[in-house]
């Protein structure tokens, strides 16, 4: 399918999963406004190369998704330099892990406003410019957390199930709008991020990384692989287009069968 002429603002979008995405979307012609943070340099040759590569206009905004006044001007912005704002995947997010009597409280607020606020005023702010339009797609990276619990993660299990329930109220409120409201829920994805803990692991244990792989995705998944950015990406583009137009209000499992145990 095509999305061009469509413009899509990705959270998070500077590594990872909100990468692939981005990736994903400018692959099938969207516009694409990058969001995260990182060294200058590097956002920078990251934002050329989608640009070349496939064909776009790609830009880039800093705003820090846990204030809401910089999430609106975002939006603004992606307005004033795109001319649109057309698909919206709210993917930034945060963790921290203990049990809830250690959990600091300072980070409880943050995992909160990042994970959980941070994707209410995205969908705030860019919600009206859809509505006059009668088109729009907003995406919403839960978890398989967003689901089913794990222990040590209360302010990340809250934050996306909480996301999963805005998911259904949005959707629900735009259901005539034109505009579809659906969550991703990830199992896990092998990232950067991801790849360095498993380096990590072997080097603490003494073992290989696929033993170490193994380990880590047995725990919680029947299938023993990682999904990959660029699978969750795919399943974005599918989401905006018009074969999912009547799909909304759905938290979205790509999780090797986590949920399903």
Same mark, same amino acid.
């Given at each position: 399918?095509?999305?061009?002429?469509?413009?899509?603002?990705?959270?998070?979008?500077?590594?990872?999963?909100?990468?692939?995405?981005?990736?994903?979307?400018?692959?099938?012609?969207?516009?694409?406004?990058?969001?995260?943070?990182?060294?200058?340099?590097?956002?920078?040759?990251?934002?050329?190369?989608?640009?070349?590569?496939?064909?776009?206009?790609?830009?880039?905004?800093?705003?820090?998704?846990?204030?809401?006044?910089?999430?609106?001007?975002?939006?603004?912005?992606?307005?004033?330099?795109?001319?649109?704002?057309?698909?919206?995947?709210?993917?930034?997010?945060?963790?921290?892990?203990?049990?809830?009597?250690?959990?600091?409280?300072?980070?409880?607020?943050?995992?909160?406003?990042?994970?959980?606020?941070?994707?209410?005023?995205?969908?705030? #702010? !860019?919600?009206? *410019?859809?509505?006059?339009?009668?088109?729009?797609?907003? +995406?919403?990276? =839960?978890? &398989?957390?967003?689901? /089913?619990?794990?222990?040590?993660?209360?302010?990340?299990? #809250? !934050?996306?199930? *909480?996301?999963?329930?805005?998911?259904?109220?949005?959707? +629900?409120?735009? =259901?005539? &709008?034109?505009?579809? /409201?659906?969550?991703?829920?990830?199992?896990?994805?092998?990232?950067?991020?991801?790849?360095?803990?498993?380096?990590?692991?072997?080097?603490?244990?003494?073992? =290989?990384?696929?033993?170490?792989?193994?380990?880590?995705?047995?725990?919680?998944?029947?299938?023993?692989?990682?999904?990959?950015?660029?699978?969750?990406?795919?399943?974005?583009?599918?989401?905006?287009?018009?074969?999912?137009?009547?799909?909304?209000?759905?938290?979205?499992?790509?999780?090797?069968?986590?949920?399903?145990?």
């Amino acid at each position: 399918m095509s999305l061009r002429g469509k413009v899509a603002l990705v959270t998070g979008s500077t590594s990872g999963i909100g990468l692939g995405i981005a990736r994903s979307l400018a692959a099938a012609g969207a516009d694409i406004m990058l969001n995260g943070f990182g060294d200058t340099g590097q956002i920078e040759a990251m934002r050329a190369g989608l640009e070349k590569d496939h064909g776009v206009k790609v830009g880039h905004d800093g705003a820090d998704i846990g204030k809401p006044d910089q999430i609106a001007a975002m939006v603004a912005a992606t307005h004033q330099a795109m001319g649109s704002l057309d698909i919206l995947v709210n993917n930034a997010g945060i963790q921290f892990t203990a049990n809830i009597e250690d959990f600091p409280s300072e980070r409880w607020d943050q995992i909160i406003a990042i994970n959980l606020s941070g994707v209410f005023f995205g969908m705030k #702010a !860019a919600i009206p *410019g859809m509505q006059a339009k009668g088109w729009g797609r907003i +995406i919403n990276i =839960a978890s &398989a957390h967003g689901l /089913v619990a794990s222990p040590q993660k209360v302010a990340y299990v #809250a !934050a996306k199930h *909480g996301v999963v329930g805005m998911t259904k109220v949005a959707a +629900i409120e735009l =259901a005539n &709008a034109g505009v579809t /409201v659906n969550a991703i829920c990830p199992g896990w994805v092998l990232t950067p991020l991801v790849e360095k803990q498993l380096h990590d692991r072997a080097t603490r244990h003494g073992s =290989a990384i696929d033993t170490e792989s193994h380990a880590v995705l047995a725990e919680k998944q029947p299938m023993t692989r990682f999904s990959t950015p660029e699978q969750i990406g795919a399943l974005a583009v599918f989401l905006c287009s018009d074969a999912a137009s009547t799909m909304t209000g759905a938290p979205l499992s790509i999780d090797g069968g986590w949920v399903a145990q």
